[in-house]
């Protein structure tokens, strides 16, 4: 079994999570995080467009940053920004963007981790796991906790059936170094978080609209 998982779809689905009721509410962001990750799920070739660095910013409940690695293959550079209820789809290589306006009531904005097709059978519980709140996540669920052979590591890990999610933090810091997903013990999906820096004060340029971007009508 291989889990499709590819940046830009997990792009779509950020923006489209945007007021998701079924994503995590409480998540208790901080001023700022920065948080850089990378792909190393089975099947996925290490120079790939896929495996490349996907950068996120978010300042509290209703800012989001999403920045993609050029693809020149398929002509894109893909930003996201979103500054709760605007929302930004621009392409860095040909200056062209969309603009979506959300009309939930809720301001809220949504970063799922796990974005896999439901049909695949991941626990819907599971959605609620958010870019920012990792830690908190895996406490309120009550995640077992085992150390790696050296005791370097921690492996907080839930399990529901034959799924497992893990994430792995240092032993004496609470910020995710790898996510993984598996399945009858075999990892379908994975990331490593290359930086996880938290900013005490959010810095407001960075979710403004796009400059130097002819937008078109705003997407529906």
């Given at each position: 079994m291989v889990f499709d998982y590819v940046v830009r779809v997990m792009s779509v689905v950020l923006l489209a999570a945007m007021a998701a009721p079924s994503a995590n509410a409480d998540c208790a962001l901080p001023a700022q995080v920065r948080i850089v990750t990378v792909n190393f799920s089975p099947g996925i070739a290490k120079d790939s467009f896929a495996s490349q660095p996907l950068v996120?910013?978010?300042?509290?409940?209703?800012?989001?940053?999403?920045?993609?690695?050029?693809?020149?293959?398929?002509?894109?550079?893909?930003?996201?920004?979103?500054?709760?209820?605007?929302?930004?789809?621009?392409?860095?290589?040909?200056?062209?963007?969309?603009?979506?306006?959300?009309?939930?009531?809720?301001?809220?904005?949504?970063?799922?981790?796990?974005?896999?097709?439901?049909s695949l059978g991941v626990p819907a519980a599971w959605d609620k796991l958010e870019y920012g709140c990792e830690s908190q996540f895996f406490a309120e669920n009550k995640a077992g906790q085992v150390p790696t052979e050296k005791h370097d590591l921690v492996k907080h890990s839930l399990v529901e059936g034959a799924w497992r999610l893990t994430m792995v933090t240092a032993r004496d810091s609470p910020r995710p170094s790898m996510m993984i997903l598996s399945k009858d013990g075999k990892v379908i999906w994975a990331i490593r978080y290359t930086a996880y820096v938290q900013q005490g004060t959010a810095e407001p340029a960075l979710f403004a609209k796009p400059e130097g971007i002819t937008f078109s009508e705003p997407l529906e």
């Open positions: 996120m910013y978010r300042a509290g409940p209703q800012r989001l940053r999403l920045e993609e690695a050029p693809d020149p293959a398929n002509g894109i550079h893909q930003l996201i920004v979103t500054n709760w209820p605007d929302s930004w789809v621009v392409n860095l290589l040909d200056k062209t963007g969309q603009h979506a306006k959300d009309d939930d009531m809720v301001p809220v904005v949504h970063a799922p981790v796990i974005t896999a097709d439901p």
